[in-house]
């Protein structure tokens, strides 16, 4: 089922999100409409707080974003009470967007690599190094668990060129081709 993707302005997208265990309501059927969602709306990566869930639960397919040569390095994963370890490396400029922040993008610097410690869909423990294109997808992700937004994480003069078009977000006059929930309609 496709769901609803909560749009810039929503107070749940600045919330922190809760653990959540095995034991909560229709999650496998919650994933699967997450990973429809995801695929509809043309994203890399979702997270629950963009369907008005504030619990620790993303989705991520990075195979869709990697070279013909390179599908291999991509991965395609459901994280569930995920907690950074650690980041480190080099700090690098990537250009993201965000699927609550329809037609704005700009570039962020994140470091390199991101260790994580999550279960997934199974509740089976992980713990991993990602990095490059991966770890950024789930910086931005993990972001989104913690209440933060890309535009945060904008420089300054950026932040300025984008005030008009998140306005326009928060009150319900942009548009996206996918099922958007604004605050105000
Ligand atoms: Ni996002």
Same mark, same amino acid.
């Given at each position: 089922?496709?769901?609803?993707?909560?749009?810039?302005?929503?107070?749940?997208?600045?919330? =922190?999100?809760?653990?959540?265990?095995?034991?909560?309501? +229709?999650?496998?059927?919650?994933?699967?409409?997450?990973? !429809?969602?995801?695929?509809?709306?043309?994203?890399?990566?979702?997270?629950?707080? #963009?369907?008005?869930?504030?619990?620790?639960?993303?989705?991520?397919?990075?195979?869709?974003?990697?070279? !013909?040569?390179?599908?291999?390095?991509?991965? +395609?994963?459901?994280?569930?009470?995920?907690?950074?370890?650690?980041?480190?490396?080099?700090?690098?400029?990537? !250009?993201?967007?965000?699927?609550?922040?329809?037609? @704005?993008?700009?570039?962020?610097?994140?470091?390199?690599?991101?260790?994580?410690? $999550?279960?997934?869909?199974?509740?089976?423990?992980?713990?991993?190094?990602?990095?490059?294109?991966?770890?950024?997808?789930? #910086?931005?992700? $993990?972001?989104?668990?913690?209440?933060?937004?890309? @535009?945060?994480?904008?420089?300054?003069?950026?932040?300025?060129?984008? #005030?008009? =078009?998140?306005?326009?977000?928060?009150?319900?006059?942009?548009?996206?081709?996918? +099922? @958007?929930?604004?605050?105000?309609?």
């Amino acid at each position: 089922m496709l769901l609803p993707i909560y749009a810039y302005g929503q107070p749940v997208l600045k919330k =922190k999100a809760k653990i959540i265990d095995a034991k909560f309501p +229709k999650l496998s059927e919650l994933i699967s409409d997450m990973w !429809e969602t995801m695929y509809f709306a043309h994203g890399v990566g979702l997270a629950a707080p #963009q369907i008005g869930l504030s619990i620790r639960l993303f989705t991520i397919d990075t195979i869709q974003i990697m070279d !013909e040569d390179k599908k291999e390095e991509g991965i +395609k994963q459901v994280f569930i009470n995920a907690q950074v370890i650690e980041e480190n490396g080099d700090l690098w400029p990537y !250009e993201e967007g965000c699927l609550s922040i329809p037609d @704005i993008r700009g570039d962020v610097e994140r470091p390199q690599k991101v260790r994580l410690q $999550y279960v997934d869909e199974n509740f089976v423990k992980h713990d991993e190094i990602y990095e490059g294109i991966n770890a950024r997808v789930i #910086q931005h992700e $993990y972001d989104h668990l913690e209440g933060i937004l890309f @535009i945060e994480k904008l420089k300054p003069l950026k932040k300025k060129l984008i #005030q008009g =078009k998140l306005s326009d977000i928060k009150t319900g006059k942009a548009i996206a081709d996918y +099922k @958007i929930k604004f605050l105000r309609v």
